[in-house]
């Protein structure tokens, strides 16, 4: 579910919150698309993972686990612009029985990404995160763990991708909350504790390896 955000109100947000003009006009300029892309982002999580992804190293290598039809994608996308960065966009693109009714979604999902001319950043895996993981082996800035919310899916994500993520690197996970137990507990007993300068923006928890 989404909340739609009205310009006026991002703006104003955003200028209470002291963020240079060019990024807020940024953002400004592509939030009507982005609030278009069909997604489960709580508001507000929009900004953060562009800012996130804006503050990376101008090489810094991001890893989304679970895209949907780009609605995180195109926000961390965004924060790529301009540099050396790229989103490597893991998912089977088909849907699952347990979360969507639908299936083949990846061209809805380029298609987003095209309309933002945000592509060029862009790395789709299509995909299993457990597939993926057997051939992955490269250093990952910024790790955002939002795919399948089974407690064992959600701990594999974790374990497998953990030790790529580079020293100093973030690790983030999206709904964690009782509602969604699996990642509750994945983040609260076994995430946390081996990360440090942990905070949470509303359901999204992050912290640093």
């Not at 982005?34 to 890893?63: C, F, M, N, R």
């Amino acid at each position: 579910m989404t909340w739609p955000i009205p310009i006026r109100r991002l703006r104003s947000l955003l200028q209470s919150l002291h963020i240079p003009t060019s990024r807020r006009r940024r953002f400004q300029r592509s939030w009507p698309d982005i609030d278009s892309i069909e997604g489960y982002l709580v508001p507000g999580q929009e900004w953060w993972l562009y800012e996130t992804a804006y503050k990376l190293h101008p090489q810094a290598q991001i890893v989304e686990i679970g895209s949907f039809k780009g609605r995180s994608t195109a926000c961390l996308a965004l924060g790529c612009v301009g540099s050396q960065k790229s989103v490597y966009c893991i998912d089977t693109f088909n849907g699952n029985d347990s979360d969507f009714g639908e299936r083949a979604f990846f061209g809805e999902f380029r298609k987003n990404l095209e309309r933002l001319n945000l592509f060029q950043y862009v790395r789709p895996l299509v995909g299993t995160s457990r597939e993926i993981a057997e051939r992955w082996n490269s250093p990952i800035d910024f790790l955002f763990i939002d795919g399948s919310h089974q407690y064992g899916d959600v701990l594999s994500d974790f374990d497998t991708y953990f030790p790529h993520v580079r020293d100093g690197g973030l690790v983030a996970l999206h709904d964690v909350t009782p509602n969604w137990p699996g990642p509750f507990a994945v983040w609260n007993d076994v995430a946390r504790p081996r990360l440090r300068n942990t905070g949470q923006c509303t359901t999204l928890a992050f912290g640093f390896k």
